[in-house]
């Protein structure tokens, strides 16, 4: 593709329900990451991905996040009973290969939790 | 642990005129790179600038240049001749060059250009 694409683009949901928030790579990307980015805040490291694998979840805030990533491809990240203080951008973004040291990020997307 | 400080929340600079944004931070280690990310309205976080640690010589992008002080932890980015274009925060971001994959982001400079 021509660049990472994330959908949506904008979500608003209600407190305790569950979101799923979708990154698409570009192809042939083998690294993956997702970040968060709160108002007035830098960027957070949520996860990374190496292929399908995520060799340390330690980033996540919380159990209520997880993220997989399937074919080498397309990553899913899921907030599972959402709470305000999820409301942030969040931000995907791929590259060749982990060690390769430039990113290439999508546009995001704005989750807010009423 | 490393960090990532910007100390400077918000700066203004007049068309065509040079701007500096500051970045220090803090490792134990010698061997990283450093960058700088323009974000502008449209969230798409975009490389600007890069620079490897054990270079000396100081990474330039035609307008944007950087000052790469090692021993000072300090890594400041000029932008010179300033375009309307170049309003956007700024992140400074810090990765250790093995060993890691974890990039290490400062809180970001919103740089508004004034006409």
Redesign the interface.
């Known amino acids: 593709g021509a660049g990472v694409s994330q959908s949506p683009s904008n979500k608003v949901t209600e407190k305790g329900k569950d979101v799923e928030l979708r990154c698409d790579p570009i192809s042939g990307h083998t690294?993956l990451?997702w970040?968060r980015q709160s108002l007035?805040?830098?960027?957070?490291?949520l996860i990374?991905f190496?292929g399908n694998s995520a060799p340390?979840k330690s980033?996540l805030p919380s159990d209520r996040f997880s993220a997989e990533r399937t074919g080498g491809s397309v990553s899913t990240l899921t907030i599972q009973r959402t709470q305000q203080e999820d409301s942030a951008?969040y931000?995907c973004?791929s590259s060749l290969v982990?060690?390769y040291?430039?990113?290439f990020?999508?546009?995001?997307t704005?989750l807010t939790v009423l | 642990a490393q960090t990532v400080t910007q100390s400077q929340p918000e700066m203004s600079v007049q068309e065509a005129e040079t701007v500096t944004l500051s970045c220090t931070y803090d490792t134990s280690e010698s061997d990283y790179y450093l960058f700088w990310y323009k974000q502008p309205p449209s969230r798409q976080m975009i490389l600007v600038i890069r620079q490897e640690a054990y270079k000396q010589q100081n990474a330039t992008e035609n307008r944007f240049s950087v000052n790469f002080q090692k021993a000072a932890k300090s890594f400041s980015l000029k932008i010179s001749d300033s375009q309307l274009g170049d309003a956007a925060m700024y992140f400074c971001a810090y990765k250790l060059r093995s060993g890691t994959y974890k990039y290490i982001f400062g809180t970001g400079t919103r740089l508004k250009v004034l006409a």
């Open positions: 690294a990451y970040y007035g805040q830098g960027l957070e490291f990374y190496q340390d980033g951008v931000l973004a982990v060690t040291n430039e990113q990020f999508g546009p995001g704005r």
